[in-house]
């Protein structure tokens, strides 16, 4: 098992409240069906941890052996820093409604079963620029592509940790309330250079606007990639 983690402190929002914390854990099968709780929907990573009971996470699981990789977000439900065998150290997470489909998709490559890759809501290459905020920034950044759940956004220096919490605004319009998101990775380099993916958390009027946005990009003939 190998896990790394990042992203302390920063804020979610505005508003301050519970840490992000950003991590990556490789698990073998086992250790991950050992953890994973399908009727309460939460997800024990026996991983030591500084992240504390309340505190948002975003996870990036693999499964040894398997070429399989799925990013889970939840909040921290229990925090064990001392165990035993039967009780290992570790943090619980109780996963948000939109990443139990991930966590089952992750449950099959780690019983070995043969599994497809889960269809995603639809893509869209376009350029639409957002107003950001990022530790204490702010810029303005153009999406590579986006959906409804998120967005690929080109990143000028100075790349986010996945985990981080970013404000956006739809740089154009007259109604332009903020939306939130998490980064979901990062990448310096490739034919996409600094470019971010980012979770959008869709919810009362900043997710309908978000919708409507990429229902704009969708009727005006972009490509799904």
Request: glycine fraction near 14%.
């Amino acid at each position: 098992m190998t896990v790394t983690e990042h992203g302390y402190g920063y804020g979610y929002g505005k508003t301050g409240g519970a840490g992000v914390h950003g991590a990556a854990v490789n698990l073998d099968g086992f250790q991950y069906l050992a953890g994973w709780r399908p009727a309460t929907a939460s997800l024990f990573l026996p991983v030591l941890s500084a992240s504390r009971v309340g505190d948002r996470a975003a996870v990036r699981v693999g499964i040894s052996g398997r070429p399989i990789r799925a990013t889970v977000f939840g909040k921290v439900a229990l925090v064990r820093r001392v165990g035993r065998p039967a009780l290992p150290p570790g943090v619980e997470l109780q996963l948000e409604p939109m990443s139990v489909p991930a966590a089952r998709f992750l449950a099959l490559a780690a019983r070995g079963e043969t599994v497809t890759f889960l269809e995603r809501a639809p893509r869209y290459a376009a350029d639409r620029v957002l107003a950001v905020e990022h530790g204490g920034r702010r810029f303005e950044a153009a999406t590579l592509n986006l959906s409804e759940g998120g967005c690929a956004l080109r990143w000028p220096d100075g790349l986010p940790l996945p985990g981080d919490a970013v404000n956006l605004r739809i740089a154009s319009g007259l109604f332009r309330p903020a939306l939130r998101a998490i980064v979901c990775w990062s990448r310096p380099g490739g034919a996409e250079e600094h470019a971010v993916g980012l979770r959008i958390v869709v919810e009362g009027l900043a997710g309908r606007a978000w919708r409507a946005l990429v229902a704009e990009v969708a009727r005006s003939g972009a490509r799904a990639v």
